[in-house]
């Protein structure tokens, strides 16, 4: 495992890095769990039968993300794998655009919108340099994505810019202290806690192991996935309002082999350390004033 401190790819050219998630993420996000539940088309039929699985699975998305509150709202939602959020945004009569650095998922989000009647915009991009005026929306939902970016700070100062005075971000990321990463890495994880908590610094952490995570179907890693705790993250948010967290997600897997996901989810384990951050934030209405 490896550490860093603020941007761990601060070196690393961007182009490159765009250039090796649109590979990866070409394999759609979601895809081994379509096999899994025997989604074998991109019929209507197929995709809603794959959204009740997803929303199935992840019954706590609904605490994070108001759809009911998005109507007539500009939201932006950064990758966007299957489609599902995507499709459940637009149905809320929010004003949609999607935003995929990969092809395959900005085509299945562009043929969902067409399949079902509903208006949106969909774009192929990188948040990181993200092809939109400042300013351009109210909401930005992004589940599982900045921390693939290759730069999870500058991704989020990149939400920054583009939401309105008063709009609010959504993400999740994934969780630095779960009990998976100290299950699968104790001494790494521990060295990591201390040193952030020693010296105060923003940082954020590179697994050893990400195809636990994201794997593509030959079972390789994404190119860049970022750890992060809380104080660390709510650090890179240091430009918004309103900063509020909460872990989430537990598997059936060592060490918890013995007791089923719906116990987990029902424990309070997720709540203390949880594979998955949600967080949301706001951007001041107005400019914080310095001192």
Not at 266 to 281: E, F, K, Q, V
Request: glycine content about 8%; overall charge neutral; charged content about 20%.
């Amino acid at each position: 495992m490896q550490e860093s401190k603020s941007n761990p790819f601060v070196d690393q050219d961007r182009s490159a890095a765009a250039a090796a998630n649109a590979v990866f993420w070409n394999d759609l996000c979601g895809s081994a769990a379509a096999r899994a539940w025997g989604i074998t088309d991109r019929s209507m039929d197929s995709l809603r039968r794959y959204d009740e699985n997803f929303l199935g699975y992840y019954p706590y998305l609904s605490c994070h993300v108001p759809w009911t509150r998005l109507h007539g709202k500009r939201v932006l939602e950064i990758g966007l794998g299957y489609g599902t959020v995507s499709q459940k945004l637009a149905e809320t009569g929010a004003v949609f655009t999607g935003l995929d650095i990969a092809a395959n998922p900005v085509a299945m989000v562009r043929h969902r919108l067409r399949q079902n009647g509903l208006p949106g915009n969909v774009v192929r991009g990188d948040i990181t340099v993200a092809p939109f005026a400042d300013a351009s929306f109210d909401v930005i939902v992004a589940i599982g994505a900045l921390h693939h970016t290759g730069n999870l700070r500058q991704a989020i100062a990149s939400c920054s810019r583009l939401l309105a005075p008063g709009g609010r971000l959504i993400g999740m990321v994934y969780y630095a202290y779960s009990y998976r990463k100290f299950w699968q890495e104790p001494m790494a994880t521990i060295r990591h806690l201390l040193r952030e908590l020693s010296d105060g610094s923003e940082t954020t952490m590179q697994s050893g192991d990400t195809c636990t995570y994201d794997r593509s179907i030959d079972g390789s890693a994404a190119p860049f996935t970022e750890f992060v705790s809380v104080r660390s993250l709510r650090s890179m948010c240091s430009d918004f309002d309103d900063f509020t967290a909460r872990t989430e997600n537990a598997l059936r897997e060592p060490p918890l082999i013995l007791w089923s996901r719906d116990k987990l989810l029902a424990s309070p384990l997720p709540r203390i350390c949880g594979l998955d951050l949600y967080w949301s934030c706001v951007r001041p209405s107005e400019p914080a004033t310095k001192h």
